[in-house]
C-alpha cells in the first residue's frame, strides 16, 4: 500500500480569500496559526482554526 501525500488549501473565513495553497504542515502556538507548504514556505497569521475538512483538503481560518 503507498502513502499518498494530502496537500491542503486554507481560507480565510470572512471572505474566502485563499492564505496558502499545497499546504502540508499546520502547527498552532496560541493565537498564532503556522501554515507550511510543500516547499517549506511558511506563513504565520494570528487566528484560530475553524474547520478542517480532510476529505476536500480544506481548512478555515478566523483571523484577526
Not at 494530502?6 to 504542515?25: F, G, H, M, P, W
Not at 494570528?46 to 478555515?60: E, F, P, Q, Y
Request: hydrophobic residues 40%; contains cysteine; negative net charge.
Amino acid at each position: 500500500r503507498r502513502n499518498s501525500m494530502c496537500l491542503a488549501t486554507v481560507y480565510k473565513e470572512s471572505d474566502s480569500t485563499v492564505i496558502c495553497r499545497n499546504v502540508s504542515r499546520i502547527d498552532v502556538e496560541g493565537e498564532r496559526v503556522i501554515i507550511r507548504d510543500i516547499m517549506g514556505d511558511e506563513t504565520t497569521v494570528t487566528g484560530r482554526i475553524l474547520m478542517v475538512d480532510l476529505a476536500n483538503s480544506i481548512v478555515r481560518l478566523q483571523c484577526d
